[in-house]
Every structure is written in C-alpha cells, then in structure tokens.
C-alpha cells in the first residue's frame, strides 16, 4: 500500500523544467533592456525561468557573473574584424570597431552602464583588447604606447557611449540622435550669455556633443594625438 502511495507522489510531482546559460543571459538581456540595470537579478532570471533560483546559480555564480555573461554576450557581437584586416589604415579600423561597439551598446543602453561598473575580463572582452592591441601595433605604436592606448581608447569609447545613454531613460530603444540634440539645444539655450559668453555662442556645438560626429571627432584626436611622438 505503501508503495502504491509513494508512486502516486512521484507521478503528480512536475517534472523539472531543463534550460539553458544561453536563456539566462537571453533573460537577464530582456530584463536589462526594459527595466535598466536595477532590474537585474537572479531571483528575476529565475521568476522569468520558472524555477527556483538555486537553479539559476548552475550556471551563475552570482549577480556579477551574470553581469560578466551579459557583456560578454554584447561584446561577442561586435565585429573585431576591421582591427585585423591589415588592408584598412589602422586608426580607421579603431574608428570602425568603436562605431559598432557604440551601436551594440546603444541597443542595449542599460549594458553600456554595466561596463562602466562591471566586470570587463570574460573571453570576449580578451578578445576586444587583444585585437586593438594587434591594430595599434600595425599602427606602429611602441609597447608602451600600445598599452596606454588601448585603455585610452577603451575609455573614450565607453565614456563617450555612457554620457549618450545617460541623456535618455536608458530603455531600448532610444530616442533619435536629432531628438537628442534638440532637446539639449532647448536646455544649452537657457545659458545666461552675459555670465557664460563662450558657451552660449557654441549652443549649436555642445548640443551635438554627443552625436556620432562628435564621438568619431573626439576618436581620431585621441588617435591622432597617441601616434605622435
């Protein structure tokens, strides 16, 4: 009898629901892109999953290894083929590659925020500096400039993507690059021209600081400015 019973249990027990790493980082991206990086967590992965969240930790350790599976998922997107191909000058190639970073990131704006906080040493983010390593070594850039250069221009490429989002409410997807400067141009258009001459006389400028002009602009200075000797 007592068996009976106990197959019985068995049999109503649901089965346990399998998954995946790659539908927890599919999660843990949806939940970024619609509610910002205070949405993020592993008890949310799992409400979304269905499972408990003991489940979850199979396959992340904690909030920050989720945080590294996310970026690492964004930046394995991003094509690193301009930095290798020796056919492209190699100051253009950097400009390619931050151009489609800025475009991976701008899709997922709570993301770029991440980076900015996050952890940054998963494969992937190996392989981004690796190749810009390669790039600026084709530019025929020293070691040592090498390696201050690549920094450098990681954190103008971060900075500058960071500062964009920051003007926004972070959600995917943004509001346009025009609606953007217009709305920075009514604010910059407030300046007092009395107390602040040379700013209210570049209203047109600043409000397109964060355009994709003026983060290319700023790209090739830097560029410019670590190939000199």
């Not at 197959?7 to 027990?13: E, F, K, P, V, Y």
């Not at 970026?71 to 390619?96: T, Y």
């Not at 998963?122 to 070594?137: M, Q």
């Not at 346009?176 to 300046?191: C, H, I, K, P, Y």
Request: hydrophobic share 45%; proline share 4%; net charge negative.
């Amino acid at each position: 009898m007592s068996k009976a019973k106990s197959t019985d249990i068995g049999a109503s027990r649901p089965a346990r629901r399998s998954f995946t790493k790659e539908q927890v980082v599919d999660i843990a991206l949806r939940l970024l892109d619609e509610g910002g990086t205070g949405a993020l967590s592993i008890r949310a992965v799992a409400g979304k999953l269905g499972v408990n969240p003991n489940a979850v930790y199979t396959y992340v350790a904690s909030r920050a290894d989720l945080e590294r599976a996310v970026i690492e998922r964004v930046l394995s997107a991003v094509d690193l083929e301009p930095l290798r191909d020796h056919g492209v000058d190699w100051a253009e190639a950097v400009v390619q590659f931050a151009l489609g970073l800025r475009t991976e990131l701008l899709a997922h704006p709570a993301v770029a925020m991440l980076m900015m906080s996050g952890p940054m040493d998963g494969p992937a983010a190996s392989d981004v500096g690796e190749a810009v390593f390669e790039c600026l070594a084709r530019g025929g850039l020293s070691e040592a400039r090498q390696a201050n250069g690549v920094y450098a221009v990681i954190v103008q490429v971060l900075g500058g993507i960071a500062l964009t989002v920051a003007e926004t409410d972070g959600k995917p997807p943004l509001t346009t690059e025009s609606e953007r400067v217009a709305q920075r141009r009514d604010g910059l258009a407030l300046l007092d021209p009395d107390r602040w001459p040379r700013s209210a006389a570049q209203v047109d400028a600043m409000a397109a600081w964060n355009s994709e002009d003026q983060f290319v602009w700023g790209l090739r200075a830097l560029l410019t400015g670590i190939a000199s000797d």
